[in-house]
C-alpha cells in the first residue's frame, strides 16, 4: 500500500502547503521514500531552519506563499490553510490532504467521524472499543496524530478511526467505510466565506460513499436534516427521542427495533451529549457486529478526555471544571445544563463572528450568580447581561482569583469559554492546561 503512495508522488511537482505539525509529518513521509526528489513547501512564517540541511527542498514564505499554486501537480494542503477570498478554480483539482491520500492508496477498513462537537470523545471511543476487543486498531487524523506518522505500521488487517474536521473534509473527495456526522452548528467562520460553506465542507464525509458503505447521522441537528438527502450508503439516523434507526424508548437505546443498552447505565460520560455521542459508537458496535457485552464495558469504563468537562478537583469546598473545548455557546450550554449547579462560569475568546444572541438569554435566565468574562466575546457579551455579578478581566489569572473569592461554597466554578482560543492562547488545551495550574495553585 506505501509502495503505491510512493509511486504516485514520485515525478510530481509536488507543494505543501502549511508547515506546522502535519506539513512536517509530510515532508518527512516523501523525504524518506523519494530522498532526491525536490519538495516544495509553503508557509505564511518567512522562513524555518528545519529544512538547512535538505539542498532538496524550496521553501516558499511569507506574504507569497500562496501564489503561483497552478504551477505544481499536486498540492498537499494541511488543516490550517484557508483559502477565503482565493480563486482556487485553476488548481482546485490538485488539492490534497493525508486523509485523503490515506483513503486513496490503503485499502483498510476506515471509520470517520466529524461534527462541530463530540468528535475526539466519539472517535476515541470507538477506537477503545475496537481495541479492547483485540481488533488491530489505529486512532489518527484531527485528534492530534498525523496519518503520515504512522503510516508504516498499517495492514490489511487494520480497522482505522479517522477524527475529520472540516478543513480535513473541504476538499475530500473520498469517504470512509463507515461515516459518522454527529452535528453541525455554527462554527470556524473565519476560516470559511460562509457558514453553508463550513456545512458543506462537514457533508463531505459522506457524499461519496457507495451502496455498501454507512452513514450513520443525528436526526435531531436541525442543520443536517435540511443537508442529508437521499444518501448512497446504508443509513442510520440517530435520535435521542423515539423516532430513528438508533433511538431511545423506555430509558434503553434500540438499534433496529432491538434494545442495546439500558440508559441508566453507570458511566462517566455525564450528559445528554455525550450519551448521543455513546448511541453513534454503539451504532458502529452492532453494524460491526462486536460483542454488546465488551462494548457497554468499555462505554463504562471510558474516561472523558481532557478538558472535556473534566474535573480538575475541590478546593475550598469549591469545585472546578475544565471545558475548555466548549469554544460554541451550545457546548457551554450543554455544560452547564450537565453539571446543574455552576455558580461561577468564566467565558470569553476569539470573536469569529458567531451569534451570542441564544446564549445571552440562556445565560440571564440561568441560576448562574457570577460570569466572569475574558477578551474579546467575553467583553462584548459582558455589556448584554443582566446578572448583578458580571465580572471583566483581562487574563486567566484574574478569572481564577476572582472566581475562589465569589464562588459559594458547595457549588461549582466552570471554564467553558463559548469561543475559540485562538489569538490569547495556543489552543484549547493551552487554554484548559493554564486553567488548571491556575486553580491548583491559587487554592494551595
Same mark, same amino acid.
Given at each position: 500500500m506505501i509502495n503505491d503512495l510512493v509511486k504516485y508522488l514520485k515525478g510530481k511537482k509536488i507543494i505543501i502547503l502549511g508547515f506546522g505539525r502535519e506539513g512536517k509529518s509530510t515532508y518527512k513521509l516523501i523525504r524518506k521514500y523519494l530522498k532526491e526528489q525536490t519538495i516544495y513547501i509553503a508557509d505564511q512564517k518567512e522562513k524555518t531552519d528545519f529544512l538547512e540541511n535538505d539542498k532538496n527542498a524550496v521553501y516558499i514564505g511569507g506574504e507569497v506563499y500562496l501564489k503561483?499554486?497552478?504551477?505544481?501537480?499536486?498540492?498537499i494542503k494541511t488543516p490550517g490553510i484557508s483559502f477565503v477570498g482565493i480563486d482556487t478554480s485553476k488548481y482546485i483539482h490538485k488539492i490534497k490532504s493525508q486523509l485523503e491520500l490515506l483513503l486513496e492508496f490503503f485499502n483498510v477498513f476506515t471509520i470517520g467521524v466529524t461534527g462541530t462537537k463530540g468528535k475526539s470523545t466519539t472517535s476515541s471511543l470507538i477506537y477503545?472499543? +475496537?481495541?479492547? @476487543?483485540?481488533?488491530?486498531? !489505529?486512532? +489518527?487524523?484531527?485528534i492530534g496524530t498525523p496519518a503520515f506518522d504512522y503510516i508504516d505500521k498499517i495492514d490489511e488487517e487494520t480497522v482505522l478511526v479517522l477524527e475529520m474536521s472540516s478543513h480535513q473534509?473541504?476538499? !475530500?473527495? +473520498? &469517504? #470512509?467505510?463507515?461515516?459518522?456526522?454527529?452535528?453541525?452548528? #455554527?462554527e470556524h467562520l473565519d476560516h470559511y466565506a460562509s457558514f453553508e460553506e463550513y456545512a458543506q465542507a462537514k457533508c463531505n464525509i459522506f457524499k461519496n460513499q457507495k451502496g455498501a458503505d454507512y452513514f450513520i447521522y443525528n436526526l435531531d441537528n436541525e442543520i443536517l436534516q435540511k443537508l442529508v438527502n437521499s444518501p448512497k450508503a446504508k443509513a442510520y439516523g440517530v435520535s435521542l427521542k423515539e423516532n430513528g434507526d438508533i &433511538?431511545?424508548?423506555?430509558?434503553y437505546v434500540y438499534f433496529k427495533e432491538k434494545p442495546i443498552y439500558n440508559i441508566k447505565s453507570p458511566r462517566k460520560l455525564l450528559g445528554e451529549y455525550n450519551l448521543n455521542n455513546i448511541m453513534f459508537a454503539l451504532g458502529v458496535s452492532q453494524i460491526l457486529k462486536l460483542d454488546l457485552d465488551?462494548?457497554?464495558?468499555?462505554? @463504562?469504563?471510558?474516561?472523558?478526555l481532557?478538558?472535556?468537562?473534566?474535573?480538575v478537583g475541590k478546593y475550598n469546598d469549591i469545585s472546578y471544571y475544565d471545558n475548555s473545548i466548549g469554544t460554541i455557546p451550545m457546548a457551554t450550554m450543554e455544560a452547564v445544563k450537565v453539571l446543574k449547579n455552576v455558580d461561577t462560569l468564566i467565558i470569553g475568546g476569539m470573536d469569529r463572528g458567531l451569534d451570542y444572541t441564544e446564549f445571552i438569554e440562556f445565560l440571564n435566565k440561568s441560576n448562574i450568580t457570577n460570569v466572569i468574562c475574558m477578551p474579546k466575546t467575553g467583553h462584548d457579551i459582558a455589556r448584554k447581561l443582566k446578572k448583578e455579578k458580571v465580572y471583566r478581566v483581562e487574563t486567566m489569572e484574574e478569572a481564577v482569583k476572582i472566581a475562589k473569592k465569589v464562588t459559594s461554597k458547595g457549588k461549582s466554578c466552570l471554564l467553558s469559554p463559548a469561543a475559540a482560543s485562538y489569538g490569547f492562547f495556543k489552543n484549547f488545551e493551552e487554554k484548559g492546561n493554564i486553567y488548571q495550574e491556575l486553580v491548583r495553585k491559587t487554592a494551595n
Open positions: 503561483n499554486l497552478e504551477e505544481y501537480d499536486l498540492i477503545t472499543i +475496537l481495541k479492547e @476487543q483485540n481488533i488491530k486498531t !489505529m486512532l +489518527l487524523g484531527n473534509l473541504e476538499y !475530500m473527495n +473520498l &469517504c #470512509p467505510n463507515i461515516a459518522i456526522l454527529l452535528n453541525i452548528y #455554527p &433511538c431511545i424508548k423506555n430509558n465488551k462494548t457497554i464495558k468499555s462505554i @463504562q469504563n471510558f474516561e472523558p481532557h478538558h472535556r468537562l473534566e474535573f
